[in-house]
C-alpha cells in the first residue's frame, strides 16, 4: 500500500533562513509521481512543486526545490530565502502510475516564520 | 483558470440527516475527489472517480457514497451523518493525464454534525 510521512508537525524558522521540509513515502509501483501543496491560513491549497520518478534531474521552481532520493524514498521540499508569507501548513503527496490511482497526502507540517 | 466550486462554505446538520456535499468543476476535468481534512491528520482520501458514474472507494470511504452522473459535478453523500464526520471536506479535480498534472482544490466546506 502507498503511504507518505510527513515526521515534523510544526517548524520555526527564522525569517531568510533555508527551510528542509521532509517527505518520506512507500510504494511498489515503478513510476509514480510526487507533489507538495502549501495550505495558508485561508484554507485554499496552492499547488507548488511536482516530481516524476524517472526525473534525473530534482525539480525547481522558483524559491521552491525538492531533494529527491529515490533510493531512500524521500521527497523533501527546500524553500530558500524564507519569507513571511511562507508561514502556512504543507503538504507532500504521491500519485501511482495508472489513470485510476489515487492520490494520497501526508499529515502535514505547520511552518512558521519568525521576523 | 480552472474553477472548482463546493456549493457551501459551512454547514450545521443534525445526527442522522441524509447530508449532499455538491462539487463542480468548470475545466472539463475526468478526475475528481474527496477528501477530509482533520488536524493532526492532514488530507484523507473519502472517494474519487476517474470518469462519469465511475467511482473508487479512498482510504476512508465508511459512512460515505458518491454520485457522478455528470462529468462536471461529483457529490459525496453522508448517508446519515454522525458527530465524527464533522469535519473540513476538500473536493478537486485533476485531469486525467498522468505526470505531473496537479489537483485543482475548491475552498472547502466546513461540516459540523450536532
Known amino acids: 500500500a502507498q503511504k507518505i510521512t510527513q515526521t515534523q508537525p510544526g517548524m520555526f524558522v527564522q525569517e531568510k533562513e533555508a527551510v528542509t521540509l521532509d517527505c518520506t513515502y512507500d510504494t511498489s509501483d515503478p513510476s509514480y509521481g510526487l507533489f507538495w501543496y502549501k495550505q495558508p491560513s485561508s484554507g485554499e491549497m496552492i499547488f507548488l512543486i511536482y516530481q516524476g520518478s524517472y526525473d534525473q534531474q530534482n525539480a525547481t521552481e522558483g524559491r521552491y526545490s525538492l531533494n529527491f532520493q529515490k533510493a531512500r524514498k524521500s521527497a523533501n521540499l527546500v524553500i530558500s530565502a524564507s519569507q513571511l508569507g511562507d508561514s502556512a501548513m504543507y503538504f507532500c503527496?504521491?500519485?501511482?502510475?495508472?489513470?485510476?490511482?489515487?492520490?494520497?497526502f501526508g499529515k502535514g507540517t505547520r511552518l512558521h516564520i519568525l521576523p | 483558470d480552472v474553477k472548482v466550486t463546493q456549493s457551501s462554505r459551512y454547514l450545521v446538520k443534525r445526527t442522522g440527516e441524509k447530508v449532499f456535499l455538491e462539487c463542480v468543476q468548470d475545466m472539463d476535468h475526468e478526475n475528481m475527489f474527496w477528501y477530509r481534512q482533520d488536524p493532526g491528520l492532514g488530507l484523507r482520501l473519502i472517494y474519487f472517480?476517474?470518469?462519469?458514474?465511475?467511482?473508487e472507494k479512498g482510504d476512508i470511504p465508511e459512512g460515505y457514497s458518491v454520485s457522478r452522473e455528470k462529468k462536471e459535478r461529483f457529490s459525496l453523500i453522508l448517508e446519515s451523518a454522525s458527530t465524527n464526520q464533522t469535519s473540513m471536506y476538500l473536493c478537486?479535480?485533476?485531469?486525467?493525464?498522468?505526470?505531473?498534472?496537479?489537483?485543482?482544490f475548491g475552498n472547502g466546506t466546513r461540516l459540523t454534525v450536532t
Open positions: 478537486a479535480s485533476s485531469t486525467g493525464a498522468l505526470g505531473g498534472v496537479p489537483l485543482h
Open positions: 503527496a504521491m500519485r501511482g502510475e495508472n489513470r485510476d490511482d489515487k492520490i494520497i
Open positions: 472517480s476517474y470518469d462519469v458514474k465511475m467511482k
